[in-house]
Structure formats: structure tokens, C-alpha cells
């Protein structure tokens, strides 16, 4: 994957404090989210010497340290195109699948504006888990055996007459939350009750799909059309507490540097699922321009895919984009604009990252307590649901920052992150202290 250069230094966010001066002379660029996988991008772009302003839409306390927040919700697509328009923004980088699904790129390209992310229809590989499933049994994409189903009683008859764990996706986006691995058949009957008669996530179908067991990891990719340029892999911790217990969340840490995986498997994941997913969608006449997202399983049948997503995954994004040598804003623009661009050169050394969450997350939580020694942390913190009132930074969110660090092995960068969690002070945060204990544990310290 072209791992070349030493890691570079991850200094610390700069939080809520004053923006630097930009360069006037700069492209002018708008990111459209406001949690950790936006302060990546922010952060990323704030590297590039081609860009001069950053926007970003709506952002939190940590991205307002450099860039100019914009009180604009991620799904206001009229209001985003107004500003790009009036302010002479030269490029979008859209972040949440939610602006995606909105069509944002179409209304940007139809005014003449340049954007990275995919049209509408092209961002049904995420939002239809339905039409995902169909793309890959069609391409010869290995995955899950499913069947999908709009009745609520002949879904619940499929589940009950098979073998558990069952997998039931709702099809469309659901935040994170539209998957349940039903244990047994209360668990199915309460899970597709919730998705078929409650309509918790709105009108649709439920796929079923069969369990597959082994290790999940994520490969993220920049796609062009037939052009795909993959990134270092890495492996997120959705279970809230250590030891993988606890409620499914939107990723409590992640890191790079996977040992489980070898070069052949990479290659083959590469290969054999995200190149022949990017040819699969031009040929049905919506080719990707942006990033695609594959969740996928080392099975002992070999990788599968699990899901596919639209974008930057989170908090994935966060544990990659630190590692990049290579100029983004040209990756963006290039992808934007569908000119061919140099593959990108990453970093040979490692990152981990830890979430600090608020106490009660996934579930209910309160918002408003102040968070302290941030600027003591030699770290890079990023900023996932934060708010900033007279000088000081406040929680406002379920997942709250992300402090990433890097280093030549798993267990150096990790010594260094919970080094410096230990310096930020707020009494309703909670984290992970396991992230990487699999890799570590099984794999060696020395990874």
C-alpha cells in the first residue's frame, strides 16, 4: 500500500482557540459535519500549503481552532450551496452519510460547484443495505448469504426457521443503529418489530442476513470511477466497555497497523471487493467519486464484506488521515473534478485513538460539563461533540473527543494515548481501556 515516510508529529488540537491567519492567496474549502471524522478532514486540509480558508458546517469547538465555523446544518443543501456561492468556496468535502443521502453533491454540481462525495443514487451502496447486498451477489462480491423482507410475519418466520445469531439490518441509514445480531427469538421478534411495525427508523425493509464469524477491520479507499487508491487499514471498537461488552456504539477507539491481516489478504480485499465494487457501480451507470467505506470480516471461508458505507468512516478517519504525506486538497479536487491523481503516500508507522464519551452513552446522557487540560495534552485531540462558550469547552455530545497518537508500534502509541488521556480533566466523560487488546494480545506487543 505504498507505507513510505516516517510518522509525522501529532501536535495537539488547538481547541477553541484563535484561528490562524490564512493565506489569502489559498483555495478556499468548505467541510460539511461537525464531529471527530470533520476535525480530521479540517485538520488534514489545514496541512495542505494549496489551501488558504476552511469552512466548516456546522463543526464544534475543537474544528473552530481552525476553521471558521458555520452555523448550517450538515442536511441544509440549499443553505450549504447558498454560502459556497457567496463566499467563493472553491471545493466541498462532505463528511456525514446523512448530507449524501440529501443529494448535496447533486445540488453543488448543478450549480458548478466542485465537491468530494458521491451523488445521491451512487450513495445507495450505504443507504439501501438492500440494493448493496444485490450489487455484491451480482459482482461476485464475497458476502453473507440474506434474504429481504417487508412483512413483519414472514420475516420473523425466515429468522425463527433458521440457526442463531441472526443478523438483521434495517435498509436505510439509522445512524449507526439499524443493526441488531439477534440472539435468540425474543431478541429477533422485539428487533424486527422495532424495524417493521415501530418504524423506529422511518419506512423500509429489514435484510437477514447469515452470521458470519472472525475478526472485522475497515478499508477505506479514495474511488473514482474505475480508479481506486486505498488507505492503511484499521479496526474499530464498537462495544461501549472493556473486553467487548456493554451496548453497540458509533466506535469507542480505533487504531492502524493491523497484524491479523497479511499483504496477500490486503491485496485480495483491494482486488476482489473494493475495485470490483467501484467497476460494479459504473456500470450501472453511478460511478463513486469520493470515499468508499468497506466493513468487512476475516471469516475462515476468507474476507466478506459486512457492510459498505458512502464516506470517511468515524472514528476510523481519525486513526488514517494522520498517517497521509501526500496533499489532500489535491486528492479532494482531483476526485471532484475526475482527473486522474498520483496514489497517495502513506506513513510506515502506526496510530491508536481512544473516544471519551459522555457517561450514559449510547443511552441517555447529559450535555454541558466542562472539559479542562486540554491544552496540556501531547496528543492529537479531536473533537467528536464539543461546544465552546466564553473561552472554555463544554460537552455536547455522546461521543466527545478522540485523543489519537502515533508511534512505531501498537503498544508504544497506546502507552502514549492513555499517557495523555490522564491530562484532561472532566468528571462526566468515560472511555475505553482496551482499545488494540486483541491485535496486542494475540499478536504481540511488538506490532
Not at 447486498?133 to 413483519?152: C, H, N, Q, V
Not at 464498537?238 to 499483504?263: C, E, H, S, V
Not at 473534478?337 to 497517495?344: H, I, K, L, N, S
Not at 512505531?408 to 487488546?437: P, Q, T
Request: aromatic share 8%.
Amino acid at each position: 500500500m505504498g507505507l513510505v515516510y516516517p510518522l509525522p508529529s501529532l501536535k495537539p488540537s488547538a481547541g477553541a482557540k484563535e484561528i490562524k491567519l490564512e493565506n489569502c492567496l489559498g483555495k478556499t474549502v468548505l467541510v460539511v459535519g461537525g464531529g471527530g471524522r470533520e476535525h480530521a478532514i479540517v485538520d488534514a486540509l489545514s496541512r495542505s500549503p494549496q489551501v488558504g480558508k476552511i469552512y466548516c458546517a456546522p463543526g464544534n469547538a475543537g474544528i473552530g481552532g481552525q476553521a471558521f465555523n458555520v452555523p448550517l446544518k450538515d442536511t441544509d443543501v440549499e443553505g450549504l450551496k447558498a454560502f459556497a456561492l457567496e463566499n467563493d468556496v472553491d471545493l466541498t468535502v462532505v463528511g456525514p452519510e446523512a448530507a449524501l443521502a440529501a443529494g448535496i453533491v447533486d445540488a453543488f454540481r448543478e450549480a458548478g460547484l466542485k465537491i468530494f462525495g458521491h451523488t445521491r443514487a451512487a450513495a445507495a451502496i450505504e443507504s439501501s443495505k438492500e440494493f448493496a447486498k444485490e450489487l455484491m451477489e451480482s459482482a461476485g462480491i464475497p458476502t453473507a448469504a440474506y434474504r429481504s423482507f417487508s412483512d413483519f410475519d414472514q420475516a420473523l418466520s425466515y429468522v425463527l426457521s433458521r440457526p442463531f445469531p441472526a443478523v438483521l439490518k434495517y435498509d436505510g441509514l439509522a445512524a449507526g443503529k439499524g443493526v441488531v445480531i439477534a440472539q435468540d427469538g425474543a431478541e429477533a421478534r422485539s428487533a424486527l418489530a422495532d424495524m417493521l411495525l415501530d418504524h423506529s427508523f422511518g419506512e423500509g425493509r429489514v435484510v437477514v442476513e447469515d452470521y458470519l464469524t472472525g475478526p472485522e477491520f475497515s478499508f477505506l479507499c479514495f474511488v473514482d470511477g474505475e480508479r481506486v487508491y486505498p488507505m492503511p487499514l484499521s479496526q474499530d471498537h464498537k462495544r461501549a466497555f472493556d473486553g467487548d461488552k456493554g451496548p453497540n456504539t458509533g466506535g469507542m477507539g480505533a487504531y492502524t497497523g493491523l497484524p491479523f491481516i497479511t499483504d496477500r489478504e490486503c491485496e485480495f480485499a483491494c482486488r476482489e471487493i473494493m475495485c470490483k465494487a467501484a467497476s460494479a457501480m459504473c456500470a450501472r451507470g453511478l460511478p463513486l467519486s469520493g470515499v468508499l467505506y468497506g466493513g468487512l470480516m476475516k471469516t475462515p471461508q476468507g474476507i466478506k464484506v459486512i457492510e459498505f458505507n458512502a464516506r470517511f468512516g468515524d472514528p476510523e478517519t481519525e486513526v488514517v488521515l494522520p498517517l497521509l504525506q501526500s496533499d489532500i486538497y489535491t486528492l479532494f479536487e482531483g476526485i471532484a473534478t475526475g482527473t486522474p491523481v498520483d496514489a497517495p503516500v502513506w506513513s510506515d508507522g502506526v496510530t491508536l485513538g481512544v473516544v471519551l464519551a459522555s457517561k450514559g452513552y449510547p443511552g441517555h446522557y447529559e450535555k454541558g460539563y466542562d472539559i479542562g487540560g486540554l491544552d496540556r495534552v501531547d496528543a492529537k485531540v479531536y473533537h467528536m461533540g464539543t461546544a465552546a462558550r466564553d473561552g472554555k469547552v463544554f460537552t455536547n455530545g455522546g461521543r466527545v473527543l478522540m485523543v489519537v497518537s502515533g508511534g512505531s508500534s501498537l503498544e508504544d502509541a497506546r502507552r502514549k494515548v492513555y499517557e495523555e488521556i490522564g491530562k484532561i480533566e472532566c468528571e462526566n466523560l468515560f472511555y475505553r481501556n482496551d482499545i488494540a487488546h486483541i491485535a496486542l494480545e494475540e499478536y504481540g506487543k511488538n506490532h
